[in-house]
């Protein structure tokens, strides 16, 4: 098979789906692969808050990439809306921190960044947010923290990639490459083998894999994380709450996200007993009022996870046209946008958005 003028992504989550998007703007035709039916990873698994959080822990590599995306979320999602009739349910949400001892880090890292931050105490709490627990006295809140609804995200996409003539592949698995000269020549696929110029790898946790074989060590391992949902009225729950890596999530129709663990339990999407009481323990002290609610399901995604959640973006060393972009760890709604429009910078050839040696794939 010839597909030399178009570019192939492979993986078919958050990542690769806005960067099929970013080639398809581009000019380019995009044929993009996914192994299943696209978007059931990680991408379908997470909470959608679009804000690493604790951001002030996150070295700047990872922040750049929240500030740019953070810009461009509005308008993709608008038009996401207009073109497709799915609305990905951007909401402005804001956060409430309620950890203790975060303030001063808290606060230098949104005067750098020019983020709205104010410290509030029980009474503002109060007002905020009605049904939160009474033993918090103070927090943070950060009202410009906004959230998508991931399955929704994902379907407004993909409609939209169709849209414009993306050529999806799913259910056909890459198992590896093949390169003459140190440059890409093809893919060996389950549906058999593809000969191809240019490729975008956004495979998520299971990148590692999948370039094992080309040399490059890349260090992007599955943590799991799981999720409880519960179904509430709307309006229960009005912000983005947050303590101790626990947080809620409220969704516009009532239901409302808990997350999440983190397990290094490799490629295992099992979810667990205690995995469930923790994570509903954690909500009903953030929220007493949940304890009338019901727990509608629970499951587990695999997150690519990568050292200090830096993303892996750049071409291979070894093998000039396959860029990838993964290692998103816990913040590829967050970083993605940014993200693949960087990769899509690399893969073109153009002048990239960022600094790209951060995330280079042979960096220490
Ligand atoms: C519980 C939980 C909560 C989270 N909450 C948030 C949050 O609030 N905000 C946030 O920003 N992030 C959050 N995340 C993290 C975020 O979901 C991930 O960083 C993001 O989804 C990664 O996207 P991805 O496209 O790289 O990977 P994935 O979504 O995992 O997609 C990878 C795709 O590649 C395909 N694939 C793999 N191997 C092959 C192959 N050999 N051939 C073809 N296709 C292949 C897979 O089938 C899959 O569809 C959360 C994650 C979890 C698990």
Redesign the pocket.
Known sequence: MQNHDRIHV???????LLSARELLAAGRSVVL????E??????W??????SPLYPWRYPAAVNRLAAVSRALYPELCQRLYHNTGIDPEWVSSGLLVLDDNEREAAKNWAESESICLEPVDALSLRSLEPVLAGRFSQGLWMPQIAQVRNPRLIAALKHDLLRSGGDFRENV??QGFSGRAGRLQGLVTSAGDVSVKQCLV?????TAG?LQARGVPLPIEPVR???LLFRCRPGLVRHILLRDYHYVIPRRDGRLLV??TLEHVGFDKTTTVEAREALQQAALELVPALADCEIERHWA????GSPAGIPFIGEHPGLKGLVVC?G???????LGPASARLAVDLVLGREPLLDPGPYRLDRR
Not at 10 to 16: A, H
Not at 33 to 36: A, P
């Open positions: 492979i993986g078919g989550g958050i990542i690769g692969f996914d192994r299943q696209l978007g059931r990873e990680s991408s698994a997470g909470g959608g808050i679009l698995a890459i956004a495979a998520g946790a299971w999948l994380g799981q999720m997350g999440s995604g695999l997150r690519p993964a998103h760890y816990r913040n590829g709604f967050a």
